[in-house]
Every structure is written in C-alpha cells, then in structure tokens.
C-alpha cells in the first residue's frame, strides 16, 4: 500500500508579491526551492498562517538569492504582501519506503532568510 508524506516545506516563508496577472503559480527563489527538495512545476499546497486560507498551486522559479515568494494568478487573491506562509509538497511512497524517508523542512526568518533546516519535527508536548 503506498501512503503520502511531506516531502517537504518552507515554514513561515513571506510573500514578498502578489501578481494576480500573472500565469497562475507560485514564484520562490530557486535556492529554496532547491534546498526543500521542491521542483519546478511541481504541485504544492499553501497554508497562510495570517488569514487560514488553504490552496493549492504549482512552483515555478523565481531568481537565487532573492528571497522572493510571488503568489500568481487566483492565488494572489487568497493571499496579501506580507502575509506568512507555509507552504508544503507531498510524495507517495511505499510504507517500506516511509520507513527510512526523511522530509526537507526550511524554516524561514525575515525577506525569507534560512534560519535553519531539519528532517524531523520535535514531538509536541500536552
């Protein structure tokens, strides 16, 4: 039986623009996408911390370096400059292969700085 798992995430990244002319997607600095494990084209979901909208888009590169997070098209609507996000993408995989699978996980700081990157998620106390 195969299951899906976070594959990984960017928490609490910054929309840095909202282009509702734009073809519909989401634009992130190419180094995030890298270091999450995202690709382009790839499906991704979006939680926004700020509002409790949930959506569900695709990547598309946005320029190394530049910290930019652009949400395009209807989903510049869902979503306002300044607003933060996380926003996650899902694999399947085999239980056997869920097993040994560790998810991408980049949290983020102001303009979308690395603050740091894990694999796992502290168990949360009551």
Not at 10 to 21: I, Q, Y
Not at 28 to 39: C, M
Not at 42 to 54: A, F, M, S
Request: glycine content about 8%.
């Amino acid at each position: 039986m195969d299951i899906t798992l976070l594959k990984g995430k960017l928490h609490m990244a910054t929309v840095t623009h909202a282009e509702l002319w734009y073809d519909g997607s989401c634009a992130i600095d190419e180094n995030l996408v890298k270091l999450s494990g995202l690709r382009a084209f790839e499906k991704i979901e979006i939680y926004n911390v700020d509002n409790g909208e949930r959506f569900s888009t695709y990547v598309i590169l946005a320029d190394e370096g530049s910290g930019t997070i652009s949400m395009n098209g209807a989903a510049a609507r869902k979503v306002q400059v300044g607003d933060r996000i996380i926003i996650a993408a899902y694999g399947q995989m085999s239980e056997s292969e869920a097993d040994s699978f560790l998810p991408r996980l980049v949290y983020l700081g102001e303009k979308n700085t690395i603050e740091r990157t894990a694999n796992t998620i502290p168990v949360q106390a009551a």
